[in-house]
Structures are given as structure tokens and as C-alpha cells.
């Protein structure tokens, strides 16, 4: 079964991003170790260099995505990925308007403007048998409300923002969660959990 599951760096205190949409403090794991992850896209000039637990769990992590989901806001600010998400999967952007531009020749980013059910829907469809892997504060709390996701991993940063944008702004709680697999890095821990639906 293609599972969904969000995927997330976050401060100790609940944040994804500081005040002004930063997020280099809760990427700073990212670079915190001498293993180098570089990324499937051979254009792409990133490379994580992440401790050897670290490494072992983003592998893995890797090799299960067959298809990414996220919101607008996120694609804004990644600057669409150059048409090409890091990870080399298709993109799928829940999104109200196409923005100007796109869709791109060659590019594997897509856009669903039929709301969130259509998104998780062709995201599951390009993804299977692998999962899709959904990034996004909005994306993920509105997943939760609708009861669509499967599992929550998140990377826990070992960072107290105090403010900014927070991942878990819920309209329907409680969420029941199950117990954690628990993988610790350097300057974060690595928590992912199995979301109960009732």
C-alpha cells in the first residue's frame, strides 16, 4: 500500500521555519556530520554531509519516496527546484492558480488545482509501490484534518525558535498517534510516527 507520509525539520518548540520563513536553523543537521548524501538529481549542487546514523536513515528514506506533495508556498520558496525536485521524483503542488511559467518542458513538477484529495490521489498514483512524501506546514496540517496521511517523520532540530511558522496548527484534535521509531543524529533526532485513524 503507498503510504503518505510528512516529512519535516522542526525545532524543539514546534517550528518549521523562524518569523521570516528562515529555516537554516532547523537545516542545520544537514551539514553536522562527514557523511556526504548527495542528491539524486545530477544538476543539483546540494549535498548533505550528515552523521553516519543520520546517513543511514536519510538513505533509506530516499530509497522508500516515489513522489513528493506540497503546497505553494514551499515551491515558492525553493524556486520550484529548477522544474526537478532534488530527490528525482515527481512534484506534485497543491496550488489554487498555475503559477506564470508553468508548466516547464522536461520539468516533472505538477500542479493540482482541484483541491487536496485530487493532489494525494495522483501523488499516490505516481508514487506506487513507493510513498509519497509530503513537505509544507499547510499541506501537512490539512492532510491531518482530512484524515489522508499515514505517518509523521520528523526531524527533530535540536533549535528553539520561539517563534515562526508552526507545523501543528490543527482544526481537529486529537490526532492519536503511535509509538515512534527513534534514530539519533548529530544535532537531531529522528522521530517518525504512525498516525491512527479512527
Keep these: 500500500m503507498t503510504k503518505v507520509v510528512a516529512i519535516m525539520s522542526m525545532s524543539l518548540d514546534g517550528y518549521v521555519a523562524d518569523a521570516n ?20 538529481v545530477p544538476t543539483s549542487e546540494f549535498t548533505f554531509r550528515v552523521s553516519a546514523p543520520s546517513a543511514d536513515h536519510l538513505g533509506g528514506l530516499m530509497g522508500e519516496v516515489g ?8 515551491f515558492d520558496a525553493a524556486d520550484g527546484w529548477g522544474g526537478r525536485h532534488p530527490w528525482d521524483v515527481p512534484a506534485f503542488v497543491v496550488t489554487h492558480h498555475v503559477p ?20 494525494v490521489a495522483r501523488a499516490k498514483a505516481a508514487a ?12 501537512i496540517q490539512q492532510l ?21 511558522v508552526r507545523l501543528f496548527d490543527l482544526a ?19 522521530l517518525r510516527y504512525p498516525v491512527h485513524t479512527s
Design 128 to 139: 506506487a509501490p513507493k510513498s509519497v512524501a509530503v513537505h509544507g506546514a499547510q499541506t
Design 144 to 164: 491531518l484534518d482530512a484524515g489522508l496521511l499515514d505517518e509523521i517523520h520528523i526531524d527533530l532540530a535540536a533549535v528553539l525558535l520561539g517563534a515562526g
Design 172 to 190: 481537529n484534535t486529537p490526532v492519536v498517534l503511535g509509538n515512534p521509531t527513534v534514530v539519533t543524529g548529530v544535532a537531531v533526532t529522528h
Design 21 to 40: 520563513d528562515g529555516v537554516a536553523e532547523v537545516f542545520d543537521w544537514y551539514f553536522s556530520g562527514d557523511v556526504e548524501i548527495p542528491m539524486p
Design 100 to 119: 506564470d511559467g508553468w508548466p516547464r518542458p522536461g520539468s516533472t513538477v505538477q500542479f493540482v488545482t482541484d483541491g487536496i484529495e485530487g493532489a
Design 67 to 74: 513522489a513528493f506533495l506540497t503546497g505553494r508556498r514551499t
